[in-house]
């Protein structure tokens, strides 16, 4: 319409971490794929675009009805309480979830059972039922909470649980993959789900090549899970329960308009890591196919943080819990060195040495230290000025910032806004502001500025460090922003 403003459309996003296991204290493992969904769901907020992020604790299966008998509990008495430990740990680590699902809320229960009753009555392209009977046999890992086959263990261990998995021999449900693959194959290769980084695109790629087999979505010795709808004597099996989260929390079951604005009409991304790349890549987008509804856009695959190279988890016993960093050195300097250590997508050993050191030089040095400088010069000038000898570089920062963030290459993004602190550091060895002159006020005025933009650029990283840089800036107080260590 001639004279109207142009509508200005923004994007619609739903992004998810897994849900995690209760029998597991939180560690920061886990905070690994939460601070990735909540760096990108600030970034998004910022931008004005819509946006809900969904996290929670999974909480039926083998794994935690053992870990509640164990601690002498009921189950669900056990799973309110280690479900708390995960809410109150993100909110130490400053996490900004819309959305806390439980997959013992009766809300997602109903959800799942109207999901199997429908799949249940579903027929593929040929006219056989999605869902049969049949036996299972085979091994299976408590711990990984899957069917695994002779060839995956290591000296008849599970490789990640170091422990033998058992033999079961029952009568399952399954799901026919098999009818869904060349579709789901197609999806892939084409981006329509895209599988990020590359290397994991590949890899999914590479299971169909394997023996892709139906799957079992009941279990028959479990007791502590969801009913199937269509046959009391089975549980779902819990991997099947914990996938639909995604759009149980979204109101599958019982508010269409909403699920239809989050899963139809928005950009949906799923952070997880590597260990669970089949169920989200294959299985999950095949039962969303026989559903009719639409697959994920984006799924984003990291790796882990380790101890001595093994994986960080509680089978093995060499957790770091996240209050304790948090409580010694602050939020986002845990946040900070998460992030910035160790590339998202590859695995690294988190140390005490390691991370004190990237406090030391990059925090209190860098960052801290460049504020500090700034602010103090701002009190002994009157007045300010500013000139555009920055533009250049702070556009090329923005530029190569969105590119990196886009492919969650956040470590990267964090290089470069170090970048820019380091140009501010040589700008003022280079213009000595401390000294007297005529252009005092707009040396001081430009750094002032760049530092704007500097926080500005952290708010999705470090949100409460940003926030404090507006203060001083607004204030002109300094205060130490990372005391050394
Ligand atoms: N409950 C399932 C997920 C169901 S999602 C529908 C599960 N839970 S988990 O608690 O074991 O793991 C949850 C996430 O935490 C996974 O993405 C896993 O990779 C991640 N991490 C757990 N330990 C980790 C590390 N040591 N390092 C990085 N991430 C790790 O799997």
Request: proline share 5%.
């Amino acid at each position: 319409m001639a004279g109207s403003k142009p509508q200005i459309k923004k994007g619609r996003y739903l992004i998810t971490t897994p849900i995690y296991y209760v029998n597991d204290k939180p560690h920061i493992g886990h905070s690994r794929p939460t601070i990735a969904a909540d760096i990108l769901s600030r970034f998004h907020r910022i931008a004005g675009d819509e946006t809900f992020f969904l996290t929670g604790t999974d909480e039926h299966g083998s794994k935690v009805a053992e870990a509640a008998e164990r601690a002498g509990i009921s189950p669900q008495e056990f799973c309110d309480k280690n479900s708390q430990r995960f809410k109150e740990v993100w909110e130490k680590l400053n996490i900004s979830y819309d959305y806390f699902v439980r997959t013992t809320d009766d809300r997602h229960v109903q959800a799942v059972r109207k999901i199997l009753e429908i799949l249940y009555k579903t027929k593929d392209e040929k006219g056989q039922n999605i869902i049969y009977p049949g036996e299972y046999t085979g091994l299976y890992c408590v711990g990984c909470e899957k069917f695994i086959t002779e060839k995956d263990l290591v000296n008849g261990l599970c490789p990640n649980h170091l422990k033998p998995p058992q033999r079961v021999v029952e009568k399952n449900y399954f799901f026919r993959l098999s009818s869904y693959l060349p579709q789901l194959e197609k999806l892939i290769t084409e981006d329509k789900i895209r599988i990020l980084p590359e290397e994991k695109k590949k890899e999914t790629l590479g299971l169909f090549k394997q023996e892709l087999e139906d799957f079992s979505i009941s279990r028959e010795k479990v007791t502590w899970g969801i009913t199937l709808p269509f046959d009391s004597t089975q549980k779902t099996y819990v991997w099947v329960d914990a996938l639909q989260n995604y759009i149980s929390a979204i109101g599958y079951g019982d508010n269409p308009d909403e699920f239809k604005k989050w899963w139809a009409e928005g950009e949906v991304i799923h952070i997880l890591g590597k260990d669970i790349l089949k169920f989200h890549n294959i299985y999950w987008p095949a039962m969303l196919l026989a559903l009719g509804e639409k697959t994920p856009d984006v799924l984003f695959i990291h790796g882990f943080f380790t101890v001595n190279g093994q994986k960080m988890g509680k089978s093995l016993g060499n957790v770091i819990n996240p209050n304790d960093i948090v409580k010694e050195y602050g939020i986002d300097a845990l946040r900070y060195f998460l992030l910035r250590e160790i590339p998202p997508t590859e695995d690294g050993d988190f140390t005490y040495e390691k991370f004190e050191k990237r406090y030391n030089s990059d925090l209190a040095g860098g960052l801290g230290n460049l504020v500090a400088r700034v602010i103090t010069l701002a009190t002994k000038v009157k007045g300010l000025k500013q000139n555009a000898i920055f533009e250049k570089e702070i556009n090329k920062t923005k530029e190569d910032y969105r590119k990196t963030f886009e492919e969650f290459r956040f470590n990267e993004t964090l290089i470069i806004i170090w970048n820019l602190i380091s140009f501010c550091d040589e700008y003022i060895e280079k213009e000595k502001p401390w000294q007297e002159s005529k252009k005092q006020e707009e040396i001081i005025g430009n750094l002032l500025s760049a530092i704007n933009e500097i926080a500005k650029l952290l708010e999705p990283f470090l949100p409460e460090t940003s926030e404090k840089i507006f203060n001083q800036l607004k204030t002109k107080k300094s205060e130490s922003l990372f005391p050394r260590i």
